[in-house]
């Protein structure tokens, strides 16, 4: 057998993005999507990199039962802070700003995104709420939980409440601007034949991931503002004191802040469809299912909300709705699985260092996406709401999910982005190291918080230590194996083998052009005449019909 | 503790067994599911390796049968799980007839609980075995949550309202009391005990800790002090302002047509916020008591108006009765 021959350039131009100018001007003032991508990927890692040091801090001070590494006041801002550059200034650009900027132009046969000024823009915007937010860190911090409850955030705290909430207001408009491009983009620049069910499960999720974005994020803009207007002039919105009603404060919160997780998980969904593809070459099994999911999430994303106030004395009949549509919306996340487990059927699995981290994700995400259910469950909630089952679900999804899509894509992009590629042996090595290190973190904190552990506790009671000492041992696995990869990928920058064009024999647009691309992506618009994933050869493909025969044929 | 890491916590209310239940069944289906899906990942992985660079497998388009199948199966095992969970939720939050009120105030970073016959207690709670305790709560600053793991029950204590709480405990012993909202610097400080003792033992207690006055009796002479009685009578028969005796628990007509059940948070509101809702037939003329009275006062008022007898018969609000039946 011999590689199968997908078009690639003839020869490979010497000049790509990254060569095509030189001076930190032409990286400041570039429309390039794929160098704003590496702007992204630079600012979003040094935020990764504080607020690992956060959960460092976190997990030191928690490994006896008395509070005696930090203060309560400085635990309290450490966890909040943690909190904050984790959710608003890592994880939700985490892959759409940078993995998505770069690739969903490439991906649909475009130059760029459809305003790569606005692009910039958003970058700049982004920096600008990030040196908000770490003036408010460094002048003194704030400790009022990344959730900002009201009346303690508009009233009892004396931190920098304000100043914190003007950073993460600012950075929602660069999260509101991405997902504008993105679906102007999808919309209006697919290249010829490139229709909406050829397109990547990636770009499904990113159409679905930018709805969220520019329909959620005014909400918690307009929140932020109502606890800034409160805080400084002393009217009453949420404060009772001042005739304000505490809950409401929830309500808006939620409303954002439960679809942004859809946020931060959707385009780890995209990249997993796109992992487990690609390295079991093999189309997805249920294409069109997997990509109505994604906007299936999307939607119901916003009707839940209010299952995180089941025990704030929210209606009875309320909270039986809100439980409901929390079941509905694990539907779609099942299929997923259901679907990506289905597609390795009978494919051709390679163990390259992204598809262990699909793999990974699809256990991971098993497990968050099913302890979610327990919290759905309006009885069990009651029990378990500000518990550590609490914090050990959301890790799951967003470190477990999120997190490991983001790792596994960024292995798998990274030849098509620098042009190297990273130590093989190293990235399999650092991947297992990292999958057990998260386990043994956050699996003990879900029989912590049964047990009736509180979230947000500086100190605690010392029957609770034995899951507190496992925590903090994975905590350290977990983050010596993030460091491998840290230091590896700046390795081979340098030091690493060139990559070729297509070096995993791939079909997607993206592996069509030279690695790395040329400033204006193709050389020549690409003419799209197959299907996504579709790996052997059209003359087979033919005799095989359009996608091949149903299964039970097989 | 019976093992040496346990699983689940004391079990000490009746709802203990019924979370604990649904807990197993929710753990159960998530194992089955988490170890399906880990074991046919591994034995496709495995299984269908790649043997040879190159190979290419034949696609597979997918199959309307099986999304149909995967689709339906999990909503209707979700399906179960909601219901069940629904249930109990719903069994926890009708409020009980005869349960022994407790007043329960949360504020940074103490629990400070009074009960009806007048015991006064911070951060502990002693309370008889099979009785209904139900708590009244507010806070005084921010939120609080009153968590008790062993009872598998919370409600967050709200300020500007009240919420309620009930449990009935089954089993003599000292549990952990929590605060699970996260309320500022000595949160994780904010912890006490609940004390769950015998019937006999319980009134014992009680009767080893009188002279205190009950929140009904200090509540009268509030009503006294901050002139109450001129607009709304001695024994809350009406006059210019509404019939206060022997509301409690029915609803009023308002001004605007709409009926209001007369519960705590409506006397409460009331009292702070008097033009909120009018009773049909009076005046917006009653001044707002915002700011000058604290949230143990406006405790003690509502448990004196909830005390006094339908008619404005004279009723001496003096020491109640202690709660329990058995009870000298």
């Given at each position: 057998m011999r590689p199968i021959e997908y078009y690639e350039p003839p020869v490979p131009s010497k000049v790509n993005y990254i060569n095509a100018q030189y001076g930190l001007k032409s990286w400041l003032l570039t429309k390039d999507h794929k160098r704003i991508a590496l702007l992204y990927l630079g600012s979003i890692t040094f935020f990764f990199f504080i607020g690992g040091l956060y959960a460092l801090m976190i997990r030191l001070e928690l490994l006896t039962p008395q509070g005696d590494f930090l203060q309560s006041a400085t635990y309290n801002k450490v966890f909040t802070q943690h909190g904050i550059i984790m959710i608003f200034f890592f994880l939700i650009p985490?892959?759409?700003?940078?993995?998505?900027?770069?690739?969903?132009?490439?991906?649909?046969?475009?130059?760029?995104?459809?305003?790569?000024?606005?692009?910039?823009?958003?970058?700049?915007?982004?920096?600008?709420?990030?040196?908000?937010?770490?003036?408010?860190?460094?002048?003194?911090?704030?400790?009022?939980g990344w959730t900002f409850y009201t009346p303690f955030s508009t009233t009892f705290s004396n931190s920098y409440v304000v100043a914190t909430g003007?950073?993460?207001?600012?950075?929602?408009?660069?999260?509101?601007?991405?997902?504008?491009?993105?679906?102007?983009?999808?919309?209006?620049?697919?290249?010829?034949?490139?229709?909406w069910f050829r397109m990547p499960l990636f770009i499904w999720a990113h159409y679905a991931?930018?709805?969220?974005?520019?329909?959620?994020?005014?909400?918690?803009?307009?929140?932020?503002?109502?606890?800034?207007?409160?805080?400084?002039?002393?009217?009453?919105?949420?404060?009772?004191?001042?005739?304000?009603?505490?809950?409401?404060?929830?309500?808006?919160?939620?409303?954002?802040?439960?679809?942004?997780?859809?946020?931060?998980?959707?385009?780890?969904?995209?990249?997993i469809s796109e992992l487990i593809a690609n390295f079991s070459r093999k189309n997805i099994f249920g294409y069109s299912f997997v990509a109505f999911s994604s906007l299936a999430i999307a939607v119901f994303g916003f009707l839940v909300w209010g299952h995180h106030l089941f025990v704030t004395s929210q209606s009875v009949y309320a909270g039986m709705i809100f439980s409901f549509l929390s079941f509905a919306v694990a539907i779609p996340s099942a299929?997923?699985?259901?679907?990506?487990?289905?597609?390795?059927?009978?494919?051709?699995?390679?163990?390259?260092?992204?598809?262990?981290?699909?793999?990974?994700?699809?256990?991971?995400?098993?497990?968050?996406?099913?302890?979610?259910?327990?919290l759905?469950?309006?009885?069990?909630?009651?029990?378990?709401?500000?518990?550590?089952?609490?914090?050990?679900?959301?890790?799951?999804?967003?470190?477990?999910?999120?997190?490991?899509?983001?790792?596994?894509?960024?292995?798998?992009?990274?030849?098509?982005?620098?042009?190297?590629?990273y130590p093989e042996g190293w990235g399999r090595f650092s991947a297992l190291v990292i999958f057990v290190g998260f386990n043994l973190t956050f699996l003990p904190q879900f029989v912590a918080g049964y047990l009736g552990m509180p979230r947000r506790y500086h100190a605690y009671p010392p029957e609770f230590q034995v899951f507190n000492v496992l925590s903090t041992a994975g905590a350290s696995i977990l983050g010596f194996g993030m460091l491998i990869p840290a230091i590896y990928f700046v390795w081979s920058m340098r030091y690493g083998k060139h990559a070729e064009s297509n070096p995993w024999h791939l079909p997607g647009l993206e592996w069509r052009t030279q690695s790395p691309p040329p400033t204006e992506n193709f050389e020549v618009t690409p003419i799209v005449t197959w299907e996504a994933y579709e790996f052997a050869p059209a003359e087979e493909t033919q005799i095989v019909g359009k996608f091949g025969p149903e299964l039970e044929q097989i | 503790m019976q093992s040496w890491i346990p699983l689940v916590p004391d079990s000490a209310s009746t709802f203990?067994?019924?979370?604990?239940?649904?807990?197993?069944?929710?753990?159960?289906?998530?194992?089955?599911?988490?170890?399906?899906?880990?074991?046919?990942?591994?034995?496709?992985?495995?299984?269908?390796?790649?043997?040879t660079p190159y190979e290419i497998p034949r696609p597979i388009a997918g199959s309307h049968k099986l999304e149909t199948l995967w689709t339906i199966i999990p909503f209707v095992i979700a399906m179960t799980m909601f219901g069940w969970g629904a249930r109990v939720y719903f069994e926890q939050y009708k409020s009980p007839t005869n349960a022994i009120e407790v007043y329960v105030v949360g504020k940074q970073w103490m629990w400070k609980l009074q009960h009806a016959t007048g015991q006064r207690e911070i951060n502990q709670l002693h309370v008889p075995v099979g009785r209904k305790i139900k708590l009244i709560m507010t806070s005084e600053d921010v939120i609080h949550d009153f968590f008790v793991p062993a009872f598998r029950t919370k409600m967050?204590?709200?300020?500007?309202?009240?919420?309620?709480?009930?449990?009935?405990?089954?089993?003599?012993?000292?549990?952990?009391?929590?605060?699970?909202?996260?309320?500022?610097?000595?949160?994780?400080?904010?912890?006490?005990?609940?004390?769950?003792?015998?019937?006999?033992?319980?009134?014992?207690?009680?009767?080893?800790?009188?002279?205190?006055?009950?929140?009904?009796?200090?509540?009268?002479?509030?009503?006294?002090?901050?002139?109450?009685?001129?607009?709304?009578?001695?024994?809350?028969?009406?006059?210019?302002?509404?019939?206060?005796?022997?509301?409690?628990?029915?609803?009023?007509?308002?001004?605007?047509?709409?009926?209001?059940?007369?519960?705590?948070?409506?006397?409460?509101?009331?009292?702070?916020?008097?033009?909120?809702?009018?009773?049909?037939?009076?005046?917006?003329?009653?001044?707002?008591?915002?700011?000058?009275?604290?949230?143990?006062?406006?405790?003690?008022?509502?448990?004196?108006?909830?005390?006094?007898?339908?008619?404005?018969?004279?009723?001496?609000?003096?020491?109640?009765?202690?709660?329990?039946?058995?009870?000298?």
């Open positions: 985490s892959i759409p700003a940078t993995l998505g900027n770069f690739l969903v132009p490439m991906m649909i046969g475009a130059k760029d995104l459809a305003f790569p000024r606005i692009n910039l823009l958003s970058w700049y915007i982004y920096l600008l709420g990030g040196v908000v937010t770490i003036y408010a860190l460094l002048a003194g911090g704030v400790d009022t003007l950073g993460i207001f600012i950075n929602g408009f660069s999260s509101i601007l991405t997902g504008l491009n993105f679906i102007v983009t999808i919309h209006t620049m697919r290249a010829p034949g490139m229709t991931t930018s709805l969220i974005m520019i329909l959620g994020t005014p909400v918690i803009a307009i929140t932020i503002l109502l606890l800034a207007f409160e805080r400084i002039s002393r009217v009453g919105i949420f404060d009772p004191a001042l005739g304000g009603d505490p809950i409401l404060f929830q309500h808006l919160f939620w409303f954002y802040s439960h679809p942004a997780v859809y946020i931060m998980i959707l385009p780890s969904m995209g990249v299929i997923k699985v259901f679907n990506w487990t289905a597609t390795l059927y009978k494919s051709s699995i390679s163990y390259d260092t992204p598809m262990l981290y699909a793999l990974g994700f699809i256990g991971l995400f098993t497990i968050g996406g099913m302890t979610g259910l327990f759905a469950s309006l009885a069990v909630d009651v029990h378990l709401s500000d518990t550590y089952f609490v914090v050990a679900h959301f890790h799951y999804i967003m470190v477990g999910g999120a997190l490991m899509g983001y790792l596994g894509g960024l292995h798998y992009w990274w030849p098509k982005i620098t042009g190297r590629m | 203990s067994w019924q979370v604990d239940a649904l807990y197993f069944y929710l753990s159960g289906v998530t194992l089955f599911f988490t170890l399906l899906i880990s074991a046919v990942l591994i034995f496709f992985v495995i299984r269908y390796r790649r043997r967050d204590v709200v300020p500007g309202k009240y919420t309620t709480l009930w449990f009935e405990a089954t089993t003599p012993g000292t549990y952990r009391l929590f605060c699970a909202e996260y309320c500022g610097m000595n949160h994780s400080g904010m912890i006490g005990s609940i004390i769950v003792m015998e019937p006999r033992e319980f009134d014992n207690w009680l009767s080893g800790n009188t002279g205190n006055t009950t929140p009904a009796a200090a509540g009268q002479q509030l009503y006294q002090t901050l002139g109450c009685a001129s607009c709304h009578g001695a024994n809350g028969e009406g006059g210019r302002g509404p019939t206060l005796a022997g509301v409690f628990g029915k609803t009023t007509q308002l001004q605007t047509g709409e009926s209001v059940p007369v519960n705590e948070a409506y006397i409460r509101e009331s009292i702070l916020n008097p033009q909120a809702k009018i009773v049909a037939g009076f005046g917006p003329i009653m001044p707002t008591f915002q700011g000058q009275i604290s949230e143990d006062q406006l405790v003690q008022l509502v448990a004196f108006i909830k005390s006094l007898p339908a008619g404005g018969q004279t009723q001496p609000a003096a020491p109640a009765a202690s709660p329990t039946p058995n009870a000298k």
